[in-house]
């Protein structure tokens, strides 16, 4: 399972980013597939998953309404992060899994994108 993170950077608040992850060793088919967001000083939080087991997309509250996750049905997924907040700062790393969100945010993580929100 090979994970590659892009499309950090810093914004402002408000504004947007999109990340991607590039995945390859694994199908989607197989696996449940996310966002893990590390902050420091906290536990890794998962924020979007994809389960593999109802192909749904489950996001945390602290996320909802605000970020976006696709993928285009391959390799590639998607995390489009709108009106951005400062306390959104953190590392995203792609996360791979078993069957269901609730193994994350343990699994495979790629090596993550650096995301800081300015106020």
């Known amino acids: 399972v090979q994970l590659v993170e892009s499309g950090g950077g810093s914004v402002q608040t408000g504004e947007s980013l999109r990340l991607s992850c590039a995945a390859s060793?694994?199908?989607?088919?197989?696996?449940?597939i996310g966002w893990v967001r590390e902050v420091p000083g906290k536990d890794p939080e998962w924020i979007s998953c994809?389960?593999?087991?109802?192909?749904?997309t489950y996001y945390a509250n602290s996320v909802k309404g605000r970020f976006t996750s696709t993928d285009d049905g391959a390799k590639t997924l998607y995390l489009q992060m709108n009106n951005l907040k400062p306390e959104d700062t953190g590392v995203y790393h792609c996360a791979a899994t078993g069957r269901y969100c609730a193994g994350l945010p343990g699994g495979y993580w790629g090596r993550g994108a650096r995301v800081t929100v300015s106020s």
């Open positions: 060793g694994f199908s989607f088919d197989d696996y449940t």
């Open positions: 994809l389960q593999s087991s109802d192909k749904n």
